[in-house]
């Protein structure tokens, strides 16, 4: 950056932060391109209602790693997915950092020096970072490189995703679900209710 930044204070941290973040939606999108893969809903437009339904980013991530624990099971994908899922995971928890920490600057017009760093009026967040005996601050090129690492990531679910394109769901079967439904219907069709209006009557009534 150049020294162009030093006429905006903090200017140069919070386009690094914007950045970071941006990069992150890349990383929302890839995982929504592999729900979608794995799910093969054929509608587009209901497919992205159901994904972007959960407010909370890790129930996003959950309903996929469920989904795809049965359409990837027993095929190479499966490992893949889990490294692929495990890492998205980590990342998400250094978005949530940069999501909630502050900016905080240092020194003068000279020489300043801005950095990314826990809120400094959360008493809880401050008892964890003391009991993990570090006080993590994010630089601005530190948050060019998380972002550029969001954007590795990104690409790497985009790729997974095309990969999957001819991916063939294994057969349902016959679930517990679809067998209690039947034994459900089979009873109700063998036992009507008398009482309902055109039932036909029962062997133990006596027909008129």
């Known amino acids: 950056m150049t020294s162009d930044w030093n006429k905006y204070v903090g200017a140069e941290l919070y386009w690094s932060l914007g950045n970071a973040m941006n990069q992150w939606q890349h990383v929302e999108i890839g995982v929504f391109h592999v729900f979608r893969r794995v799910t093969q809903i054929p ?34 994908h499966e490992a893949r997915w889990i490294t692929l899922s495990n890492k998205v995971g980590e990342k998400n928890k250094r978005r949530n950092q940069l999501a909630h920490f502050m900016s905080l600057h240092t020194g003068n017009s000279d020489d300043l020096q801005s950095h990314l760093r826990p809120n400094l009026f959360d008493a ?10 570090r006080m993590p601050q994010y630089s601005p090129q530190q948050l060019r490189d998380i972002g550029t690492s969001f954007g590795r990531l990104s690409q ?22 679809q ?30």
């Not at 437009?45 to 959960?54: D, E, G, M, Y």
């Not at 129930?59 to 099971?73: E, F, G, P, T």
């Not at 679910?157 to 294994?170: C, G, I, R, S, V």
């Open 43 to 76: 509608n587009d437009l209901i497919a992205s209602a159901v994904f972007f339904s959960p407010i909370g980013f890790r129930d996003k991530l959950a309903m996929v790693n469920s989904s795809a624990a049965y359409a990837l099971a027993g095929s190479p």
């Open 179 to 208: 067998e209690d439904d039947h034994a459900s219907a089979t009873e109700n069709t063998a036992h009507p209710d008398p009482n309902l209006p055109g039932a036909l009557p029962s062997p133990s009534r006596k027909i008129p």
């Open 124 to 133: 809880k967040a401050a008892l964890q970072w003391h009991k993990e005996g």
């Open 156 to 177: 790497k679910l985009e790729n997974f995703a095309t990969e999957l394109a001819d991916l063939k769901l294994p057969s349902p079967g016959k679930s517990p679900l």
